[in-house]
């Protein structure tokens, strides 16, 4: 890193990074569109139709099926009398192909991406809450609790989350088990978000563990301790809010990686359930298509490209994020 | 004898972990109601009684877990597959795992091949279109996921030319496709640290003393800057291998490879407990070594680094 650093404020170095803009209007497209879906006319992941099973993209506007209408009226009432104002009752069929069942596979990729972009969302906040309360605790109380909250991140390090996770899954489809945790008001998919997330802290917090070991020895925070300040309000006012920057970048890299790991189960057949449509079931779908009898490239190349351009970006975005911020810490 | 002592250490934290992960395994297959063999179907009462008796599971539970750790740590057997009948877990690794290793090996060959190459190119056109465009491909490559890449090269390479068979493991050939796919994004990382590292070193004064000496770019760069640039890329060489062996679990499924990887899977969907948890015993023995390993080397290649960790 030769390039003289120049006196911009942190946001512009952001926007003048060569692709961050690019990466942003992609990403904001993908965002953009699953979240419209409901309002999109295009027909449900759900609609079956036999006689368009495994077609290839092809522009259909047609009259949309009004059992589909009227069961997305009850589900998103809202965004059902937008698309009717908008669009009528016609939709986009088979815009980027069917699948062996006859669904569409562009309102699947939206409406997978409303699921994959959820569990990444939620359960990279979880992380972001263990591990900045676990950061924050660690760094500012310091001295024995420090030393052995870090070696339990030391430690974490070197379990494969990954499978036990996957163990853990295992064991949670046992019906009484499961049935256990409805009751408790737990489904399927926030057992998935608390999973995720509360494997996916660690980097969070040795972070911001270090930035707060810095942060408390400023003079303010002596200014504040002097001045009789207790210590929740000395992290609340003093330390928060410096650490908000670094936050923001951990949590921008932990969305891609999360995403990846609900992708990673739901592509095993542990994670998102179908009926339910995420881009890991769908890009397991693509793959289970491709048989000697017929080849729907389409299943393989959407989804993959939905995940690749939504992955791709956050990491693009993160890493820009985090040199915008602090030069010294990109590598 | 002072060189031992963190190495003896260390071995020690691999013990700790791997007692902890073991632990982890124990509670979660009896967190299931009706114990590990329970497994929601009616079996008759007589083999009931039988499975029950041979595997202690009337004994309090704190006596299966000694049991447990006895059986795992001083005899090394990680006790019997549900599923598989007949077989032991013991056996099922020993015929799966080496299989998964293979898949490995081709695979961080083929990322250290890759990646090491487009770095070396990256770092020397630094600036050019190339550069740009070798760290652009390694920025996307980083993110895809290896079964969005598996399903592109089984697209490609399987259905459109058919120069690849898809399934099974008969010949060097199956392997191809499955180590591509594992490797790509692990040849993405390890490019850009190559880069970086090698960036970095082209900027000391002894890169401009061989420089000045006459020597050509290649011989400045393979004989001078190499070796201190492969520093990062060696400490990454751990978490890739952790990642290569966790990635083998959806490409040994989608390529129908018989390794370690396609049984975790299969024995997590049909709550074969004792296979799962011997499969994540032996992959934390297996990436703790190899970071120790990974150290280990580092220490050899950078003299300036004091192996105290």
Redesign the interface.
């Known amino acids: 890193m ?1 390039r003289a650093l120049t006196r911009k404020t942190p946001w512009k170095r952001f926007l003048q990074r060569s ?1 961050t803009r690019t990466a942003l209007v992609l990403l904001g497209t993908v965002v953009a569109l699953s979240l419209a879906a409901p309002a999109l006319p295009i027909p449900l992941p759900s609609d079956m139709n036999a006689a368009a099973a495994s077609h290839s993209p092809e522009l259909n506007w047609q009259q949309a099926n009004s059992i589909s209408l009227k069961e997305l009226e009850s589900s998103h009432p809202f965004a059902a009398s937008i698309r009717r104002s908008l669009f009528g009752s016609r939709e986009l069929a088979g815009l980027l192909g069917t699948d062996d069942l006859g669904r569409d596979l562009l309102s699947r990729v939206l409406w997978g991406g409303r699921v994959s972009l959820l569990v990444g969302l939620i359960a990279s906040l979880v992380s972001a809450l263990v591990g900045v309360s676990w950061g924050v605790v660690a760094g500012y109380r310091g001295g024995r609790l420090d030393q052995f909250m870090m070696r339990l991140v030391d ?1 974490g390090y ?3 989350f ?3 996770v ?6 949670l ?5 499961a049935s256990h945790m409805r009751s408790a008001g737990l489904n399927r998919i926030s057992v998935l978000y608390l999973v995720i997330g509360g494997i996916s802290w660690l980097t969070m917090a040795r972070i911001v563990r270090g930035q707060v070991l810095s942060i408390r020895k400023a003079p303010y925070v002596a200014a504040a301790q002097a001045l009789g300040a207790r210590g929740t309000r000395i992290v609340r006012c003093h330390i928060l809010p410096n650490l908000w920057g670094i936050i923001v970048v951990y949590l921008t890299l932990t969305v ?1 990686r999360v995403m ?1 790991f609900e ?2 189960l739901s ?4 994670g998102v359930e179908p009926p339910g449509v995420s881009w890991g079931i769908l ?2 779908e ?2 289970e298509s ?1 048989t000697v009898l017929g ?1 729907s ?1 389409w299943m ?2 959407f ?2 490209l939905a ?2 351009i939504t ?2 970006t ?3 975005l993160g ?1 820009a994020l985090r040199d915008a911020l602090d030069p010294r810490l990109s ?1 | 004898m002072n060189g031992l002592r963190p190495l003896l250490l260390r071995l020690l934290g691999i013990i700790g972990i791997v007692l902890v992960v073991v632990s982890v395994c124990f509670a979660l297959m009896h967190a299931v109601p009706g114990g590990p063999f329970d497994d929601g179907r009616d079996i008759d009462p007589a083999t009931r009684e039988n499975l029950l008796s041979r595997y202690n599971l009337n004994a309090p539970l704190s006596e299966q877990y000694v049991r447990y750790l006895d059986d795992v740590f001083l005899h090394f057997d990680l006790g019997p597959s549900l599923k598989l009948r007949d077989y032991s877990v013991n056996e099922i690794l020993e015929e799966s795992l080496p299989v998964s290793m293979v898949l490995g090996l081709f695979a961080m060959g083929f990322a250290l091949l890759v990646g090491l190459s487009a770095g070396a190119i990256a770092a020397s056109r630094r600036g050019t279109w190339l550069d740009t465009f070798v760290m652009g491909a390694a920025t996307f490559g980083l993110s895809v996921p290896n079964f969005v890449i598996a399903g592109l090269l089984v697209l490609l390479f399987v259905f459109q030319w058919q120069l690849f068979p898809l399934v099974g493991l008969q010949s060097a050939k199956h392997l191809v496709l499955p180590s591509i796919a594992l490797g790509l994004p692990f040849a993405a990382s390890i490019a850009r640290l190559f880069r970086t590292g090698l960036l970095e070193v082209l900027g000391e004064d002894w890169i401009r003393t061989a420089r000045s000496k006459g020597l050509s770019p290649r011989a400045v760069l393979w004989r001078h800057a190499a070796q201190p640039a492969l520093l990062p890329v060696v400490s990454f060489l751990g978490p890739a291998l952790a990642g290569i062996l966790s990635g083998s679990l959806v490409i040994e499924q989608i390529f129908a490879i018989p390794g370690m990887g396609s049984h975790f899977v299969d024995s997590a969907l049909n709550a074969d407990y004792y296979l799962a948890s011997g499969v994540v015993i032996i992959y934390t023995v297996l990436v703790s070594t190899a970071n120790l390993g990974v150290d280990v080397l580092y220490g050899l290649l950078d003299p300036r680094i004091e192996a105290d960790t």
Not at chain 1, 166 to 171: G, Q, S
Not at chain 1, 173 to 177: P, Q
């Open positions: 030769t692709g430690i070197s379990i494969p990954l499978f036990v996957i163990l853990l899954i295992a064991v489809r046992n019906d009484e088990l891609p990846l992708a990673f592509f095993l057949g542990l890009a397991s693509g793959l491709l080849v490239w393989v190349v989804p993959g995940l690749a992955l791709g956050l990491n693009s890493d590598r």
